[in-house]
C-alpha cells in the first residue's frame, strides 16, 4: 500500500466533484472527442480496452479541507469520502466517512480523529490512514476547495434538492463569513445555496451523521441533473472549473478517461453508505469510533466482488509447522467478506506449495482467494465433504 479564531472554517462539499466524474462519460459519449487533447506520458494506454478489461475495483478519496487553499498540507480534511467503482460497472458506490471516526494515524502514537490526517501529512497521509483503516488500496485522491461548489451548480443551472429543514446559521467570523438561510421544501439551489446547503451541520439531530445523509441526497440530485442532454455542451467548462479548485495526482485526461468507462453505470445503481460506527465521548472528545465488524461488513457489501458468494464453508489449514500461521491467514479471508468455518492443522507439515481444495460449485470463491491470497494451485474436492474450500497454507507463504 502507498503512500485559534473562534470562527468555524469552511466546510468543504465533495459531492459536485464525484457526481461530475463518475458520470462525465455519458456526456462524452456525445460529445466525441477530449477536449484536452493531452499528450501526457502515463496516458498512453487504450481507454477503450481499459473500460473493457478492468479486473480491479477503482478507489478514488474525494475530500474537502478546511481552508480555501486546497494545496495547504496543514489544514485538516472536512468531509471525505471513498468512491468505489467495480470493473463491470454495475455496483458504483460512495462511501461517507465520518470526520470524527477515530483511527490511529501512521506515525502517530495515539488514536485521534481522521480528520487530522491531512493536516499532518498531507493527502499522501489521509490516504495512507483510510487504506490502512479498510485495508484496501486507494488509486487517486482528488482534494476540493468550495469554489468548485457554486461555479459547478451555477454551470449546470442549479440543482433540485428537497431541504429536509429550515437552515438557518450565521458565523461572521467564517472566512468568508457564513450567512445560511434556506427554507425547508423542494426547490431549486443555485451556486452560493448550494454552498450553504453543504455547510449546514448544527441543525440536524444527528450532526455530523445528518450533515453526511444530506450530502448523498445531494449527490443523487446533482446526477440527474448532471445526465441532462443540455449539459453536454458544457463538458469543457465544467472540467475545467473542476481542476482548477483541486488538488488531485489525476491528471486531466485520466479524469476524462475515468468518466469514459463509466458511462455504462446505471445511475439507479449507485449506492450511497456510511462506514458503521458509534458516536461516543472519550477523555472529554467526540469521536466516532468504528469497531473491525462494521469495516468487515462494509466490505462485504459494497468493496468485493458481487459475483462471489460469501456463504461458503471455508477452512483454514497449516501445511507448513509454522505456529499462527493458519489463523493469519484466516484473519485475511475475514477482512475479505468471508466467515471462517474451521482453523486447524493439515494432515501434515511439510506442504512446500500452498493450495486451495474446492466443490465445483463454488470454483470462483477458489479463484477470487487464489488471487487475493497469492495462491496459485487449486485442486477439485468431493462434493459429498463438508467444508466447501480448504486452505492449505504451504512453505511458500511462511513470509
Not at 480555501?68 to 468531509?79: C, G, H, L, V, Y
Not at 482534494?143 to 454551470?155: K, P, S
Not at 465521548?281 to 459494497?302: A, Q
Not at 464453508?313 to 475475514?334: F, H, M, P, R, T
Request: negative net charge.
Amino acid at each position: 500500500m502507498r503512500r485559534k479564531r473562534k470562527n468555524r472554517k469552511n466546510r468543504l462539499t465533495l459531492i459536485i466533484i464525484i457526481g461530475i466524474i463518475l458520470f462525465t462519460g455519458s456526456f462524452l459519449n456525445a460529445y466525441n472527442a477530449n477536449p484536452f487533447n493531452s499528450n501526457e506520458n502515463d496516458e498512453s494506454f487504450n481507454i477503450l480496452q481499459w473500460v473493457k478489461k478492468g479486473k480491479e475495483r477503482s478507489n478514488i478519496l474525494v475530500f474537502g479541507v478546511d481552508s480555501a487553499n486546497n494545496t495547504s498540507k496543514n489544514t485538516r480534511s472536512d468531509s471525505i469520502m471513498l468512491v468505489s467503482i467495480d470493473p463491470d460497472k454495475e455496483n458504483p458506490v460512495v462511501i461517507s466517512i465520518p470526520r470524527d471516526a477515530r483511527v490511529r494515524i501512521p506515525g502517530k502514537d495515539n488514536y485521534t480523529k481522521i480528520n487530522h490526517a491531512h493536516s499532518y501529512g498531507g493527502p499522501e497521509l489521509l490516504v495512507e490512514t483510510i487504506e490502512d483503516l479498510l485495508n484496501i488500496d486507494i488509486d487517486y485522491y482528488i482534494g476540493i476547495n468550495y469554489n468548485v461548489v457554486a461555479e459547478v451548480v451555477d454551470t449546470l443551472g442549479g440543482v433540485e434538492i428537497d431541504v429536509p429543514i429550515d437552515m438557518q446559521y450565521n458565523d461572521p467570523y467564517s472566512d468568508p463569513p457564513l450567512n445560511i438561510d434556506i427554507k425547508k421544501g423542494l426547490q431549486v439551489l443555485n451556486g452560493d445555496e448550494a454552498v450553504q446547503f453543504m455547510r449546514f451541520r448544527k441543525g440536524y439531530a444527528t450532526q455530523d451523521l445528518g450533515r453526511i445523509n444530506a450530502q448523498q441526497e445531494f449527490l443523487k440530485a446533482l446526477v440527474d441533473q448532471a445526465i441532462s442532454p443540455a449539459t453536454v455542451l458544457k463538458v469543457p467548462k465544467l472540467l475545467n472549473i473542476i481542476y482548477d479548485n483541486i488538488n488531485t495526482d489525476m491528471s486531466k485526461s485520466k479524469m476524462m478517461s475515468l468518466g469514459l468507462t463509466n458511462m455504462f453505470i446505471e445511475t439507479e445503481n449507485l449506492s450511497t453508505t456510511t462506514l458503521g460506527g458509534t458516536p461516543k465521548n472519550i477523555n472529554g472528545i467526540s469521536y466516532y469510533v468504528t469497531s473491525d465488524s462494521d469495516i468487515k461488513e462494509l466490505k462485504k457489501m459494497y468493496l468485493n466482488d458481487k459475483n462471489i458468494s460469501f456463504n461458503v464453508n471455508v477452512q483454514v489449514l497449516n501445511g507448513c509447522g509454522v505456529n499462527g500461521i493458519a489463523g493469519l491467514y484466516s484473519d485475511k479471508l475475514e477482512e475479505l467478506g468471508f466467515d471462517i468455518y474451521k482453523v486447524g492443522n493439515y494432515k501434515n507439515n511439510s506442504v512446500d506449495i500452498s493450495f486451495i481444495e474446492y466443490k465445483k460449485a463454488y470454483k470462483k470463491e477458489a479463484e477470487y482467494i487464489k488471487e487475493k491470497l497469492g495462491i496459485d494451485k487449486l485442486v477439485e474436492k468431493n462434493n459429498n465433504e463438508e467444508v466447501d474450500l480448504n486452505i492449505v497454507i504451504g512453505q511458500d507463504l511462511d513470509k
